[in-house]
């Protein structure tokens, strides 16, 4: 079994507009996260497939019934902090308020203990390993959040691109990385979002069936904003604006092939230590 993993914000929220859009006015832009959501769930329900939804606090606190429909169809809820913020902006103790704020909500939304994390735009980087041990002292059993890729923005050339255990001064914590291929002896992102619509489909399937071959099991990504090709136009930044908007729609139909192309679950239950240590607390 794979992973799906789906990253619940607004569109507003992207870190890539933070310059033209500022936290204090997100509440006047037009919410579309809902309704988005839904389709996912849709298209999710229909595939007989289920995902790990990563969800802002934000989120959360504004759609508890978002949540708890996320819920009831059986996919997976974690954290993905409370108010997008990337880490690199945040110091060691704003960042425990932020993970420790968002797990409450989530859970007490859904009724269910949140076990994993995901940082916003994948900022566990070098400089923020610290959050690492964070996690763990705040009961995260996992994150999703290093990508073993060289990036503008984020990411950690050289790290472990497959699902390992990392050991902090704190204890440990599993590390379930997107999935990246390897072409020329460079490693590319190929796990969803921008590059899920960068990349053409057959392409990324070749890329895809290549890791599953490997034995290893497939880390995908996408957000609900990802399906929703009528969602307002930003004025920001021109490279931000293109990464955006790039092939929004055609989002949901490579969502559509891909969910008949392969077997996704969410991460407790694909990934085995995450399943094993999920039905030791249940035990």
């Known amino acids: 079994m794979n992973v799906l993993t789906i990253d619940v914000e607004e569109y507003f929220h992207v870190s890539a507009f933070e310059s033209v859009i500022a936290a204090a006015d997100w509440h006047r832009h037009e919410s579309r996260v809902e309704q988005a959501t ?9 595939a007989g497939s289920a995902a790990t939804f ?9 759609h508890p019934s ?9 996919h997976e809820i974690a954290s993905h902090g409370y108010g997008h913020q990337v880490l690199t902006a945040l110091t060691p103790e704003q960042f425990r308020a932020d993970v420790r704020r968002s797990k409450a909500i989530l859970e007490d939304v859904s009724g269910e203990p949140v076990r994993g994390y ?5 900022t566990i980087m070098e400089e923020t390993l610290w959050a690492l041990r964070i996690l763990v002292e705040e009961g995260y059993a996992y994150d999703s959040s290093i990508f073993p890729i060289w990036h503008d923005r984020y990411g950690i050339p050289g790290a472990n691109p497959y699902c390992h255990r990392l050991v902090t001064s704190s204890g440990p914590i599993w590390e379930i990385p997107p999935s990246t291929a390897t072409l020329g002896g460079m490693r590319l992102p190929v796990a969803g979002g921008g590059y899920f619509r960068l990349w053409p489909y057959g392409v990324l399937r070749r890329w895809l069936r290549r890791i599953e071959r490997d034995g290893h099991p497939l880390v995908v990504y996408l957000h609900p904003w990802e399906i929703d090709p009528d969602q307002p136009r930003v004025k920001g930044p021109v490279l931000s604006r293109c990464r955006h908007y790039l092939n929004l729609n055609k989002t949901e139909n490579r969502l559509v092939r891909l969910l008949k192309d392969f077997r996704f679950g969410p991460v407790c239950e694909a990934i085995t230590p995450i399943r094993q240590m999920v039905g030791e607390r249940v035990a």
């Open 38 to 46: 839904m389709r996912l769930l849709d298209r999710l329900g229909a």
């Open 54 to 62: 990563f969800v802002l606090g934000w989120v959360a606190e504004r």
């Open 66 to 74: 978002l949540i708890r429909a996320i819920r009831n169809a059986g």
């Open 118 to 122: 995901r940082a916003p735009s994948f």
